[in-house]
C-alpha cells in the first residue's frame, strides 16, 4: 500500500513554471507517474518514472517541457513544468504503479493522491 500527497500547483502565467511534488508514505517502492485532467476532457498521462528514475517516459504534449524526477531518499517525486502554455492547465494527479513506469493507461496504476490544481493563464 502507498498513499500519495500532491502539493505545489497554483496559478502562473503562460511561460511560466512550476514543481509539483508528490509525498509518498507506506510502501514506496513504485514507479511512479504523474496523470491530468482538464475540464471538458479524459484524465491523460503526462510523465512516469521507474523505481530507480533511471526510466522516463513523457506525452508529446509534454516533452520537453516537463521533468519527472524522485528523490527516494525522501519518498517524493516531482515534476518540473516549465514554458507552461494554457493548455496545462489540470488537475494534476499522481499515482504509483506496480505494473511499471512504461505502462502508461490510468488502469495500469494502483494508487492515486487527491491531485493539486494548475491553472496557467494566458
Known amino acids: 500500500q502507498v498513499q500519495l500527497v500532491e502539493s505545489g500547483g497554483g496559478l502562473v502565467q503562460a511561460g511560466g513554471s512550476l514543481r509539483l511534488s508528490c509525498a509518498a508514505s507506506?510502501?514506496?517502492?513504485?514507479?511512479m507517474g504523474w496523470f491530468r485532467q482538464a475540464p471538458g476532457k479524459e484524465r491523460e498521462f503526462v510523465a512516469s518514472?521507474?523505481?530507480?528514475?533511471?526510466?522516463?517516459y513523457y506525452a508529446d504534449s509534454v516533452k520537453g517541457r516537463f521533468t519527472i524526477s524522485r528523490d527516494n531518499a525522501k519518498n517524493t517525486a516531482y515534476l518540473q513544468m516549465n514554458s507552461l502554455k494554457p493548455e496545462d492547465t489540470a488537475v494534476y494527479c499522481c499515482?504509483?504503479?506496480?505494473?511499471?513506469?512504461?505502462?502508461?493507461?490510468?488502469?495500469?496504476?494502483?494508487?492515486w493522491g487527491q491531485g493539486t490544481q494548475v491553472t496557467v493563464s494566458s
Open positions: 499515482a504509483a504503479t506496480r505494473r511499471g513506469a512504461y505502462y502508461t493507461g490510468i488502469y495500469d496504476y494502483d494508487s
Open positions: 518514472i521507474s523505481r530507480s528514475g533511471s526510466s522516463t
Open positions: 507506506g510502501r514506496t517502492f513504485y514507479d
